[in-house]
């Protein structure tokens, strides 16, 4: 009897082992199934990842090149500028030369007209003087003709 039922009980087990052994083949290949997915699922995230580096990058270096542009045409602007004032500044410079000179020779006009009317003066006092000598002369000798 022992024999039969531990027959009968090996028997039992095998459907069920059998049973378990699908299970787990069913799991496994569902754990398969899974990885595969998620496999998958990584390599297309990591694409997104890369794909969304490249823009990035890319964007990047359009917004530095774009910088870049922007601050050469700023430079140029205030070379520009510069340049301008520069030369504005040899205008006024040249211009303030010549208002120098005007004055030196306005100056000089002054100080010979300054001279000449103090020459005038000393011709027209000593004229003046000798006018009231001479007047003064004739009166002198009209009193001794008296």
Do not use: V
């Not at 009980?9 to 496994?28: D, T």
């Amino acid at each position: 009897m022992s024999a039969e039922t531990g027959g009968s009980s090996g028997e039992s087990l095998n459907p069920q082992i059998e049973e378990a052994e699908r299970r787990l083949q069913a799991a496994a290949e569902m754990a398969n199934q899974a990885e595969q997915r998620a496999e998958a699922e990584i390599k297309a995230l990591e694409a997104d990842l890369e794909r969304l580096r490249a823009e990035g990058d890319r964007d990047l270096e359009k917004l530095r090149l774009t910088h870049e542009e922007e601050l050469q045409r700023e430079r140029q602007a205030k070379e520009q500028a510069i340049a301008a004032a520069e030369e504005r500044l040899g205008e006024i410079e040249t211009q303030a030369d010549a208002a120098e000179e005007r004055i030196a020779a306005a100056e000089r006009r002054a100080a010979e007209s300054e001279r000449t009317i103090a020459d005038e003066l000393a011709r027209t006092r000593e004229a003046a003087a000798s006018w009231l000598r001479a007047q003064i002369e004739s009166i002198r000798r009209e009193a001794e003709r008296k």
